[in-house]
């Protein structure tokens, strides 16, 4: 139990400081920057406390907001992402709830985990670049930063869920 908290505790600084002070720096081609601090949404337990998963992830996404002067943009989505979450799991995995105890990212087939984080990560980006851009004349932007940055992120995104956590 400690050590669980302990473990998402540094995994929520360790992203946090990753992203703000890398990859926040890094634009690929001028535009596409990698947002790979959303991991600690699928990575966070399904069974501990929605109300604090969703209060932490807000607070993930203000913290990036901070640090990168963008005014909320990556709260709302994040939290935007951490409430939808689970009925994403539940349309990918097709399990009863009793199953989402014992979940585990590493447990499920590589399909199910690209086809989890894709939707969570193309959902994030397409709020977050809606919103930076507000406006319906950039429609074409929004849609290829979207992509663009979404597989960039979805590729480190797995990479490191591979490198860093455990199989089960």
């Not at 139990?1 to 081609?29: E, G, K, P, T, Y």
Request: proline share 2%; no cysteine.
């Amino acid at each position: 139990m400690n050590n669980l908290i302990i473990a998402n505790s540094v995994r929520f600084i360790i992203l946090l400081f990753l992203q703000v002070l890398i990859l926040n720096h890094i634009l690929l081609f001028g535009y596409i920057n990698p947002m790979v601090y959303i991991v600690w949404v699928f990575l966070f337990p399904i069974k501990k406390n929605k109300s604090l998963f969703l209060i932490l992830s807000f607070l993930l996404g203000l913290s990036i907001d901070f640090f990168s002067d963008s005014g909320g943009i990556n709260a709302a989505a994040t939290l935007f992402i951490a409430f939808i979450r689970l009925p994403i799991l539940k349309a990918v995995l097709g399990k009863t709830d009793f199953d989402y105890l014992l979940f585990n990212l590493r447990s499920i087939s590589t399909s199910k985990t690209f086809t989890y984080i894709s939707s969570l990560t193309i959902i994030h980006h397409f709020i977050v670049f809606s919103l930076e851009y507000f406006s319906f004349n950039a429609i074409i932007n929004i849609i290829s930063t979207t992509l663009f940055t979404s597989l960039f992120t979805i590729t480190i995104s797995l990479l490191g869920i591979s490198l860093f956590t455990k199989k089960k």
